[in-house]
């Protein structure tokens, strides 16, 4: 029975390293996938501010329903990178 739990618990580094290598690529892309995203939603905040000037500064209509659409992605984009700490660990750092 030993013999199973040794040969279970052999990683040979050729395994490590492909482990490895699968997950470098991932991050990789998942890099790029977001700096597009982030292009994105750069580009949708500068189109807002833009019909902002041109309307004088007020969020109306459509422009107020584009910044509720454009608030929801940030706060998506937000948790998608690092979702924030829970509320109880905020208490404990003041």
């Known amino acids: 029975m030993s ?5 279970e ?4 580094f050729a ?4 482990l490895r290598d699968e997950i470098r690529v991932r991050l990789h ?3 790029m996938d977001a700096k597009e995203r982030w292009q994105e939603l750069e580009t949708q905040f500068a189109s807002l ?8 500064g007020s969020l109306l209509g459509s ?5 509720k659409e454009l608030k929801q992605s940030l ?6 990178l690092a979702p924030e ?10």
Do not use: C, M, W
């Not at 013999?3 to 040969?7: G, H, L, Q, S, T």
């Open 3 to 7: 013999e199973i739990n040794k040969a």
């Open 9 to 12: 618990d052999h990683v040979d």
């Open 15 to 18: 395994s490590l390293a492909q």
């Open 29 to 31: 892309l998942a890099r």
């Open 49 to 56: 501010e833009h019909r902002l000037t041109a309307d004088g």
């Open 63 to 67: 422009s107020a329903q584009l910044a």
């Open 75 to 80: 706060v998506d984009f937000r948790q998608r």
């Open 85 to 94: 700490p829970e509320a109880s660990t905020h208490a404990s750092n003041r």
